[in-house]
C-alpha cells in the first residue's frame, strides 16, 4: 500500500529558494506525480507534475530521483503570497489516488 | 471561462436531514471527484467518477452517495448516516488517471 510523507510545516523568508519534499512507496510505475497548493478556504490549485528527472515551469520546479520514492518541490524566491499548504499527489501500484498531509508553509518578511 | 462551480458555498443541514451538494463542470472532462477536508487536515476522497454513469467508494464513502447522469453533473449527497457531516466539501474534475485535477470553490457545511 502506498504511503506518502511530507513536513507538517516549514518557515522561510522573502526571497529565499523553498524545497519541500514528499517521500512515496509503492507508487505506479507509470504515472505522474503531482503537486498542489492550497489557500484557505479556497480549492487546491495545480503547481507542477512530472514523471521523472526534472519538470520546471514559470512557478515552480520538481525534482524526482530515478527510483521515484521521493520527489521535490522548488519555489525559487518566494514572496509573502507563496504562503500557503503544499500537497504532493501520487498513484500507488492498484491506481488509486494518494494525497500527501500536506505541508503548511509560511514566508516571513 | 472554463472551470468547475459549486453550490452552495455555505449549507447549513439540519440533524437528521439529507443535504445535496451541486458540482458542475464546463471543462469537458471524463473524471469528477468529491473530497472531504476537515479543518486543518488534508483531503480525503468520497467518490469519484470517471464516465458518465459509472462512479466508485474513495476512502470514506458511508453515509454519502452520488450520481453522474450527465457529463457536467457530478452531485453529492450527505445523507442522515453520515453522523459528523460538519467539513469543507471540495469538487474536482480532470481528464483521468493521473492527470491535473481542477477544483472548484468549495461548499461549507455545517450542522445546525
Known amino acids: 500500500l502506498a504511503k506518502t510523507t511530507q513536513p507538517i510545516s516549514m518557515d522561510s523568508y522573502e526571497g529565499q529558494e523553498v524545497n519541500i519534499t514528499c517521500s512515496h512507496n509503492?507508487?505506479?510505475?507509470?504515472?505522474?506525480i503531482t503537486w498542489y497548493q492550497q489557500f484557505p478556504s479556497q480549492g487546491p490549485r495545480f503547481i507542477i507534475q512530472?514523471?521523472?528527472?526534472?519538470v520546471t515551469n514559470e512557478v515552480a520546479s520538481l525534482f524526482i530521483p530515478a527510483d521515484r520514492k521521493s520527489s521535490t518541490l522548488s519555489l525559487p524566491r518566494v514572496s509573502l503570497s507563496d504562503t500557503a499548504v503544499y500537497y504532493c499527489?501520487?498513484?500507488?501500484?492498484?491506481?488509486?489516488?494518494?494525497w500527501g498531509a500536506g505541508t503548511k508553509l509560511i514566508i516571513k518578511p | 471561462d472554463g472551470g468547475i462551480t459549486q453550490s452552495p458555498k455555505y449549507l447549513f443541514r439540519k440533524e437528521g436531514q439529507n443535504v445535496t451538494l451541486s458540482c458542475e463542470q464546463n471543462?469537458?472532462?471524463?473524471?469528477m471527484y468529491w473530497y472531504r477536508q476537515d479543518p486543518g487536515q488534508g483531503l480525503r476522497l468520497i467518490y469519484y467518477?470517471?464516465?458518465?454513469?459509472?462512479?466508485q467508494k474513495g476512502d470514506i464513502a458511508e453515509g454519502y452517495s452520488v450520481s453522474r447522469e450527465k457529463k457536467e453533473s457530478f452531485p453529492l449527497t450527505v445523507t442522515s448516516a453520515q453522523k459528523n457531516p460538519t467539513a469543507f466539501y471540495l469538487c474536482?474534475?480532470?481528464?483521468?488517471?493521473?492527470?491535473?485535477?481542477?477544483f472548484g470553490d468549495g461548499t461549507r457545511l455545517s450542522i445546525l
Open positions: 471543462l469537458n472532462h471524463d473524471a
Open positions: 467518477s470517471q464516465i458518465v454513469n459509472d462512479f
Open positions: 474536482a474534475s480532470s481528464t483521468g488517471g493521473g492527470q491535473p485535477q481542477h
Open positions: 512530472g514523471y521523472k528527472t526534472k
Open positions: 509503492n507508487i505506479a510505475t507509470n504515472d505522474y
Open positions: 499527489l501520487v498513484m500507488d501500484s492498484n491506481y488509486q489516488l494518494i
